[in-house]
């Protein structure tokens, strides 16, 4: 099969970063919805502890970007692309220590700042980031620190946002042309939602704990007279767009998760004026960020469901090209093994669930790890994929029965996911690597089982809507 994909220039994503006193027991937690195609397979895999002989290289199949990596690579997990061919994009993951990691929120540098510090072609790009930064890191303040080093060095080939976390700290990192970046740390009482437009807005320079930098960003911004607003250092303002591209793709997105989180004001979806750091109106739960990434303006007239003119006036959080969706959580009080849960949705999250992994698992199910183009029914992916397209053309008459089911199995893996952390404490530390892997399989074949059943259900029932159906009297 001839592959024709540059996910460079196609990824959008949206994204969701909660700190420790902002979430129902005190989990940090980063989202995101990986967008791209609406038919482009992901795996998910661990990659396993390793000491080399000697200094790894790596090299970018996208655009060529190349660095040499350290000889000890750490345990992580990653959800790469079904090929290679066009690069790894292993986009979310934890890693032995705990630090979550999720690249790229995709997003724009205005014409003016690129003019003068452009886009590097072979700089490193979403494709290579989890990869050469997650696997050589202990915290996320050092995923902050060494994804700026790289950038500073090799520069970068796109504009991007990159989500980092671990037990203590949540990060949000930008850059903001080929060479300037910044990174703040969420506010453990507060939360940030991301659609692809540069978020982060002042920069207090005299706070290291809550802010890093390139080093010498202001004097970058000065020499070359790019801040409108010389009184202050508000990076979104300097470096990023603000046209009605970003007013009817990018900010509406926000908008709508800071309405249901922070409460109803007379905001508007177009403004370019969101604030970026906000606290919610109550403590959010793994089920309040699932939901948000799985949202599509429900109960308005934005609802690509609805029918009227502004259905699709504004792009939805979930939509049909997500190939994947991840919400990386980190429970306090436990070790990373047990604490770190990959919740995992393949395929649209609107129309898929999350199953949870733990981060101390061996390996993942073989469902998880095959599936290309086309379609195979072995595959978790396409699993998950092929009840969203059954669904897609009967949403009146299937799409309660649908949610219901989608309710059901939530609640079936939370339940699981529960008895199983009280089993994992009771572990010995030579077992729990074992015990996690089985509990994990478990509950993804839980959820892969429910699908297949909803599946099947779907395509008995739409039988009965065939065009070439007809009303007969069942006594001839």
Not at 135 to 143: D, H, L, S
Not at 176 to 201: E, K
Not at 203 to 229: A, E, M, R, S, T
Not at 395 to 417: C, D, H, P, S
């Amino acid at each position: 099969m001839t592959l024709e994909y540059n996910k460079g220039s196609l990824s959008a994503c949206t994204s969701i970063l909660v700190g420790k006193k902002a979430s129902i027991g005190g989990s940090t937690m980063i989202g995101r919805n990986e967008d791209a195609k609406t038919s482009w397979p992901k795996h998910f895999v661990v990659h396993p502890y390793e000491e080399f002989e000697e200094s790894q290289k790596y090299v970018s199949k996208e655009n060529g970007f190349e660095m040499k990596l350290p000889k000890k690579r750490f345990k992580y997990t990653a959800t790469p692309e079904w090929t290679d061919k066009e690069g790894l994009f292993e986009e979310d993951g934890f890693n032995e220590f705990g630090v979550a990691m999720s690249a790229t929120e995709s997003a724009y540098s205005n014409q003016r700042v690129l003019g003068v510090d452009p886009l590097v072609e072979n700089g490193i790009g979403e494709e290579a980031m989890v990869t050469v930064v997650l696997p050589y890191v202990k915290t996320a303040r050092q995923g902050v620190e060494r994804l700026g080093q790289i950038i500073e060095k090799h520069g970068t080939s796109e504009t991007n946002g990159v989500l980092f976390s671990d037990q203590n700290e949540v990060w949000y990192f930008e850059n903001g042309s080929g060479h300037n970046w910044v990174a703040q740390r969420i506010p453990d009482d507060s939360y940030a939602v991301v659609a692809n437009q540069l978020a982060i807005q002042d920069i207090d320079f005299n706070d290291p704990d809550n802010f890093l930098y390139k080093k010498d960003i202001q004097g970058f911004v000065n020499d070359y007279n790019l801040n409108p607003y010389p009184n202050s250092f508000n990076f979104r303002k300097i470096f990023g767009t603000h046209d009605m591209s970003d007013a009817i793709y990018s900010t509406p997105r926000v908008w709508w998760g800071q309405q249901e989180f922070s409460g109803k004001t007379d905001e508007s979806p177009e403004s370019q004026d969101l604030d970026f750091i906000k606290k919610a109106d109550r403590l959010l739960s793994v089920d309040d960020v699932q939901n948000y990434l799985s949202s599509h303006f429900q109960g308005t007239k934005f609802d690509p469901l609805n029918k009227g003119e502004n259905n699709h006036r504004y792009r939805p959080i979930s939509l049909a090209k997500t190939q994947e969706s991840h919400v990386l959580q980190i429970r306090p009080d436990l070790k990373p093994e047990i604490a770190c849960v990959q919740w995992l949705s393949m395929g649209v999250s609107a129309q898929s669930v999350y199953v949870p992994f733990y981060m101390g698992i061996e390996d993942t199910p073989e469902e998880y790890q095959i599936g290309g183009l086309p379609y195979d029914s072995k595959s978790a992916y396409w699993t998950y994929k092929l009840a969203g397209v059954l669904l897609d053309g009967h949403y009146q008459q299937f799409g309660a029965m649908f949610e219901e089911k989608q309710k059901e199995i939530n609640i079936t893996l939370r339940k699981m996911l529960r008895d199983y952390d009280i089993q994992a404490l009771a572990q010995e530390d030579e077992d729990l690597p074992r015990f996690l892997t089985a509990a994990s399989y478990k509950m993804s074949k839980t959820a892969l089982d429910a699908y297949k059943e909803l599946t099947a259900k779907l395509i008995t029932d739409s039988t009965d809507f065939s065009p070439l159906n007809f009303k007969t009297d069942m006594n001839l």
